[in-house]
């Protein structure tokens, strides 16, 4: 008897914040938003907490949104529908054949989960029906992607 597995998603389910993360910095870098604006930097924080950078350690809570949300720049709108969408789906397509990983990955993955959570909650109470946020964003639409 053979068992074929098929995975969705490894750590492709990452990438997607890797790509806010990178959208982030472009909107510094096309000056789009400014480099100390307190939404860019809990934004790019919190996406970074997730990834669970080795250097950033494990036991810091995520970085709170500035109050309002009416306050986040108009540059950011889009970017925060994409990390919404990334979000969702790395809590929806994340790895589930724990039987081929280490503990310590089964740790690191199950870590990064619980802090998806966190921020997408995060994220739905600080843009409670918000219009301008969309739910899914394609990056398509950004001028720097090819």
Not at 88 to 103: C, D, G
Request: hydrophobic share 40%.
């Amino acid at each position: 008897m053979a068992i074929i597995v098929t995975a969705r998603h490894d750590d492709s389910s990452i990438y997607k914040l890797y790509a806010v993360s990178d959208r982030l910095i472009r909107s510094v870098a096309l000056n789009q938003t400014d480099r100390e604006d307190p939404w860019l930097i809990a934004l790019y924080e919190n996406v970074n907490w997730v990834i669970a950078l080795p250097n950033l350690p494990d036991d810091v809570p995520p970085k709170p949104f500035p109050r309002p949300s009416e306050t986040c720049p108009e540059p950011l709108h889009a970017i925060v529908g994409e990390l919404r969408a990334a979000l969702e789906h790395l809590l929806s397509n994340h790895l589930k054949m724990a039987f081929l990983l280490t503990k310590p990955e089964k740790a690191r993955r199950r870590n990064q989960k619980e802090k998806a959570r966190i921020l997408l909650g995060m994220i739905t109470s600080n843009f409670h029906g918000s219009p301008a946020i969309p739910r899914n964003q394609s990056t398509a639409a950004d001028p720097g992607v090819v």
